[in-house]
């Protein structure tokens, strides 16, 4: 981009909280300063953008996400509006006039129904006319599938089959599989479609949680390719991780060297357990929607922490998929017997993370802090499915439910935090996460706006261990990674209103975001990653 003066609007900025322009040098910050000391800069080598009072802010990081599904959902029936098992078929039948195929859906919810009744095999069969049809439920753990998916599949003898169309564990893996089985070709186009989409939404970075029940390493390797430096078309970058279990450093050399690409870590989806939704997490206590079941845990203690042990042996990130109160017990206590094996001091420097995380008690708190593991979170998780009635009520009953996503505390307990959507669990859609990290549903879990998001930008970033401490900040030396935001209204917004009076006055000097609360979210203008542009809107004046 050469020398480019962004002018005229508001610059998200530590080092000058009240800054409204920005001189990027090729793929640095140059500098950050007042519309007065711009004007005195311009000369003859810059391009000119008059951001017309837009705001700048430091691109989002997106802690956890699967591209080459979120492609596939950005292409499915949406079934999120569905409130019953009928609305459902009717959106089957409606998407019978597309493209022969399969037919993909995704994000149906059945805790939000009236009527909790799901489709069976033999009605999707009827509402597709019989091609075969997979419905991927919100939390991607579970899906229906129709008759004759499930005949080619042979589901009926594996786990998980219900005998009526609703898969989950091994029957749904093979599935969705086969459902998603898709050329070389076709996968290029999805992952591009995602990347593309992500960056519209001011995404600079996205942190991919592959695994071998989630991807393969040539899916992998494709979209590393896909997003390489020297790549034609300029794409937000990706943070890999893989989620394959090992019991040794040798093993997880072994790994390492199979797949063909760096990674950042073994973690990611590495699952202790499922999901709320499906019932599948671990509890410590019986489900109160399914007083039979406490769902169940899919690895051990001694697996947990051969696998702490062996990437911390390595300096490798090491993590996992952890939701239920039973799979986060398991969790710490593998944690605290690979600090055995290893040594505390090795697994604190490795960086390891725990994803999602949504129930953690007071002991568990304290032993994430002790052990320095980070944890990745998703807050529109709280927005779509907390409160009183909502699915995590429903699942455990009110009480239990309202420690769930305890973001204040873990903060308060030293935790780091780094945010994400899981997309396509979620959409990518940032500031809905930071709105849903401001409004929780739980007064105490609130934190601030500004809180959220360097969730959302500096700790994604930290989390990767990135070794430029300015990623994630917009100053002078700093990556120009960031993207323009036409914004309605800026300001300071906190979860307590006791420190409102002070954090909002000008003196205090915190830097401005939008305000959440207008109706609209602030619209992507431009994207721009390491200096190189990934976005740009079609009203967006990219300089004279």
């Known amino acids: 981009m050469s020398l480019t003066l962004y002018r005229n609007g508001s610059i998200y900025s530590a080092a000058d909280p009240f800054a409204t322009a920005m001189l990027v040098d090729g793929d640095v910050v140059a500098w950050v300063g007042s519309e007065h000391a711009a004007t005195s800069l311009l000369d003859s080598r810059m391009r000119e953008v008059d951001l017309h009072g837009a705001l700048v802010a430091p691109g989002f990081v997106d802690s956890h996400v699967h ?126 479609g995602a990347l593309r989409h992500a960056a519209a939404n001011g995404y600079v970075a996205l942190a991919e949680m592959s695994a071998p029940h989630v991807g393969s390493p040539d899916d992998l390797q494709a979209l590393m390719a896909l997003t390489a430096a020297e790549a034609t078309e300029a794409l937000p970058e990706i943070l890999p991780y893989w989620g394959q279990l090992v019991s040794s450093a040798d093993e997880a050399r072994g790994v390492l060297a199979g797949l063909g690409v760096d990674v950042l870590g073994l973690a990611g989806d590495l699952n202790i357990d499922g999901s709320l939704g499906s019932r599948s997490a671990f509890l410590r206590q019986p489900y109160a929607d399914a007083p039979d079941t406490e769902g169940s845990a899919q690895l051990s203690v001694e697996q947990v922490a051969n696998h702490l042990a062996a990437t911390s ?175 309605e209204q800026l300001m300071v917004q906190v979860a307590d209103e006791r420190v409102q009076s002070w954090s909002t006055d000008p003196r205090a000097r915190t830097p401005l975001l939008p305000a959440l609360d207008t109706g609209n979210d602030p619209r992507c203008l431009q994207t721009v990653h390491r200096g190189r542009e990934l976005y740009a809107a079609d009203d967006f004046t990219n300089g004279t």
């Not at 986060?328 to 994803?355: N, P, T």
């Open 67 to 192: 591209v080459t599904e979120t492609g596939l959902a950005l292409e499915s029936v949406d079934l999120s509006a569905a409130r019953g098992a009928q609305d459902v078929l009717d959106l089957v039948a409606a998407a019978t006039g597309g493209s022969a195929g399969i037919i993909l859906g995704r994000g149906w919810d059945n805790s939000a129904w009236g009527d909790d009744r799901l489709p069976t095999a033999a009605e999707l069969d009827r509402a597709a006319s019989g091609r075969e049809v997979y419905l991927a439920r919100v939390d991607v753990h579970s899906a229906l599938v129709s008759a004759s998916l499930a005949q080619r599949c042979a589901l009926a003898a594996l786990p998980g089959w219900d005998g009526d169309g609703l898969v989950s564990a091994r029957a749904h893996t093979t599935a969705r599989d086969a459902a998603r089985n898709v050329t070389p070709e076709r996968r290029r186009a999805l992952q591009q």
């Open 313 to 487: 042996e390595l300096g490798l990130t090491g993590g996992f998929h952890v939701i239920g109160d039973g799979a986060m017990e398991i969790a710490i206590a593998g944690l605290e017997q690979a600090a055995k094996q290893v040594g505390i001091d090795a697994i604190r420097a490795a960086g390891h993370r725990f994803e999602h995380a949504e129930m953690v008690d007071a002991a568990a708190m304290a032993a994430l802090a002790k052990h320095a593991v980070g944890v990745s979170v998703q807050p529109v998780f709280d927005a779509l499915w907390g409160g009183t009635n909502g699915m995590y009520a429903q699942r455990m009953g009110a009480e239990r439910a309202l420690g769930l996503n305890p973001l204040a505390r873990f903060y308060e307990a030293g935790v780091p935090l780094f945010f994400g959507s899981d997309s396509p669990v979620t959409p990518l859609h940032p500031w809905a996460s930071v709105r849903a990290a401001l409004n929780h549903h739980e007064p105490s879990s609130r934190i601030s706006a500004r809180a959220a998001f360097i969730g959302h930008t500096r700790a994604g970033w930290r989390a990767a261990k990135s070794e430029n401490p300015f990623h994630g900040q917009l100053g002078a030396g700093a990556p120009a990674s960031f993207a323009i935001w036409d914004v």
